[in-house]
């Protein structure tokens, strides 16, 4: 019965630790695309501002628009930087980047917990009832850091998909493992020979 329950428990830990996966690349993936968006946000700022001055310059020394036209196009533009600046407080890209970044570390922490959790249960290294435990906490704490957590949205989603099922992003070769470990702690299973230090 011992075995049977710990491959059930082993079971439902491997399950959250997929979804931790997912819901942590898919925050990293959300603040790369609010950042990205901030970044737009504040270069059309910049260029409606600089329009908006070469405008107004121009019109004073009656360069490219006779006086008429020249308030006319002063007016849209500051318009438009108006609109963009009001839109700014209504979209708050840099906040929402910060956010998204600050739940994806929290929930890279409960990530390698439940990876360590699968680790220890595979290994027998853990009894089901501290397993349990650890399982019961990792969850309310995952619950807590979702509770408070922004909305993410269905683009940042499909790349966190695509990141971690083409892209392999949460996976290394064994190469790839010696060349970040010291000298030391590296294995020869990779091609007979350790990764050279560079």
Partial sequence: MDDAERDLLLA????????????????????????????????IRVWLTAASSGVFLASLFGVVLDAQWAALATSFVAVLLSASTLAGKDFKHGEETQQHRDTAAALWSIRESYLSLIVDLTGGAIDLGAARETRDRLQESAADILREAPRTTPKAYRLAQQGLQLNEDLTFTEQEIDYLLPAKLRTAKAGGAHVADR
């Fill in 12 to 43: 439902q830990v491997r399950e959250v630790y997929g979804r931790a996966c997912y819901t942590h690349k898919t925050h990293e993936k959300q603040a790369d695309i609010s950042s990205a968006l901030y970044r737009q946000q504040r270069q």
